[in-house]
């Protein structure tokens, strides 16, 4: 799998190969353009691990099991729908939430955890500009998201979802200092874009395999209806549903 530092590498060997043939000038810019390419889809495909290392499923499972994920929660109007839903068909699932949401609700955020699920940070502001901060304003936001995890539950977060899955140099060094195993996703169901419940259900389930991570969001109606639909299919095909700390065999807390 391509990595940044060997990408970089390969283009600056590239570079002075160029230079020592003294080709045409908008080559320079060709091999710019494909670097630059390289990166950007680098930078927003998690499963790439281009930037750093996360986990995104585990195949090697001896169990035919998945783990459901909800992220940028908790929302006041649809993480008690959820939560209901799964209490009653004794589902356990991961919630990544987002700092500033656990201070608007800390009430919901602490009932996730009491009714057996795992929390993860999702980072304090959920900023649309997260890719771009720099190193030390990606670690303050999230310890920020952190500290209000350990207010509530008294025990450390060590479970990162970095926010839209997007990574780069400056979160890599921040999750380095702050030492959080990072959690992707290899199912993606597009449940915040897609409109229609049956298309998103379908990207879900066409090709799901034991040790599948599936990403979903709590925060709208079409993921409640989505979910109904999804525990049917694992039922009937006799899959079981975990947390993701279990699933990889990491703590989720310290
Ligand atoms: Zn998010």
Known sequence: MLKFERVNSFFFVVVLLVYTFEVPKF??????????????????????NYHLKALHSNPHTN???VAITFDDGPNLEFTPQILTFLKKHNIKATFFCVGKQIENHPKLFNQIVNQGHVVG???????????FFSHKKV????NKCNELIYENLNVNSNLFRPPFGVTNP?????????????????????????????????????????????????????????????????????????????????????
């Not at 940070?121 to 890719?131: A, I, P, R």
């Open 139 to 142: 670690l303050d936001d999230v």
């Open 27 to 48: 080559l320079y810019f060709f091999i710019f353009l494909v670097w630059l390419v390289i990166t950007i889809i680098g930078s927003f495909h998690i499963r790439w």
């Open 121 to 131: 940070n999702h980072s304090y502001s959920h900023s649309n500009n997260f890719g």
């Open 170 to 254: 400056a979160i890599r060094k921040a999750i380095a200092k702050t030492r959080h195993h990072v959690i992707g996703w290899n199912v993606r169901s597009l449940d915040t874009k897609i409109k229609n419940p049956e298309k998103i259900l379908k990207r879900i389930t066409k090709r799901l395999k034991p040790g599948d991570v599936i990403l979903l969001h709590d925060t709208n109606k079409r993921t409640l209806v989505v979910l109904e639909q999804l525990l049917l299919f694992l039922h009937e095909h006799q899959f079981e549903t975990t947390t993701v700390d279990k699933l990889f065999e990491i703590e989720a807390y310290v």
């Open 63 to 65: 169990k035919k099991q």
